[in-house]
Each structure stands twice: as C-alpha cells, then as structure tokens.
C-alpha cells in the first residue's frame, strides 16, 4: 500500500527553522522522482522542491533558494527550512508524481 505521510509542521516565528520529513512506504523513494508542494491560504498548491530519480538532482522555487534544503535518505523525503518567512505560511504536500499520490499535508504557519 502506497503511502505518504508528512510531519514536522508547526507555528514558527520569522526568521525561525522547521524540518518537514515525509515517510514513503509502498515503493523505495529513491526510485522514483520526489517533490515537496505547499498551498498557501485562498491560493494555488505551487511546487518547493524536488529531487530527480536519477541523478538525484534537486530543484527548487525561486522564493526558497538559499533557505530551504530537500534531502533523501532511503524512504524519507525532507525538507529543512531556515529563514522563514510569513509568506511561507501553507499547508505543505509531499508528492510522488510517478505514482500519482500525494500524502494528507502538514501545517506551518510564519506569523507576520
């Protein structure tokens, strides 16, 4: 059975850190392409990060470059976030595009 499950969101004040981890079972992550997503309050889900199956290269959005750090290390996927800012504020989604699933979200919210 094929799941994702993310954790380590919470309240953070700015400037502060979170690490998101995303615990895959079902499948070995590192076979396949992995991608973090986050939707911010009343907007579209936009893409974080990725990291290809092979190569293991790793993209990342133009407003989370310098801060953000995605790693993979066997079935876990994540995600360290430093600097963080109020408009970084969104429910966060691991995501297995090969596979189609996404995993139920994890909250964390930079008060302004």
């Known amino acids: 059975q094929v799941q994702l499950v993310e954790s380590g969101g919470g309240l953070v004040q700015p400037g502060g850190s979170l690490r998101l981890s995303c615990a895959v079972s079902?499948?070995?992550?590192?076979?396949?392409?992995m991608s973090w997503y986050r939707q911010p309050p009343g907007k579209e889900r936009e893409l974080v990060a990725s990291?290809?199956?092979?190569?293991?290269r790793i993209h990342y959005a133009d407003s989370v470059k310098g801060r953000f750090t995605l790693s993979r290390f066997g079935n876990s996927v994540d995600l360290q976030m430093n600097d963080l800012k109020p408009e970084d504020t969104a429910m966060y989604y691991c995501?297995?595009?090969?596979?189609?699933?996404w995993g139920q979200g994890t909250q964390v919210t930079v008060p302004s």
């Open positions: 990291i290809t199956r092979i190569g293991g």
């Open positions: 995501h297995a595009p090969g596979w189609g699933y």
């Open positions: 079902g499948f070995t992550a590192t076979d396949y392409t």
